[in-house]
């Protein structure tokens, strides 16, 4: 089941720990909800329409859809802390809206 929906990210810089590069929609990061060490972490695919492209530091209201989304687990609640990752990297976070 894919559950689908908006919130704000910010994307960390390269000096704070974060991602060097900027990036497009369609990216693919893995998010936590509500603490950066929380599990389960769930794969989402971001889109957004403005700016073109995302660099490090910058924040965009994104829109976000999960694969593999539990039946049960129901979807975050607007406000929710989320945390983004490339592996083991925290680059982005954000919030529910």
């Known amino acids: 089941m894919a559950v689908e929906f908006e919130g704000q990210l910010h994307l960390v810089t390269a000096k704070a720990g974060g991602r ?4 497009v929609s369609g990216w693919r990061p893995i998010v936590r909800f509500g603490a950066a060490e929380r599990e389960p972490a769930w794969g989402v695919e971001i889109t957004f329409d403005v700016p073109a ?3 490090p530091g ?3 209201a994104v829109h976000l ?3 593999a989304w539990p039946a049960t687990d129901p979807a975050p609640q607007p406000g929710t802390r989320m945390f983004f990752y490339e592996g083991a990297q925290m680059v982005g976070t954000g919030t529910v809206r």
Do not use: F, N, P, Q
């Open 65 to 67: 859809r999960s694969w």
């Open 58 to 60: 910058e924040s965009a």
């Open 20 to 23: 060097g590069t900027s990036l």
């Open 53 to 55: 492209t995302l660099a």
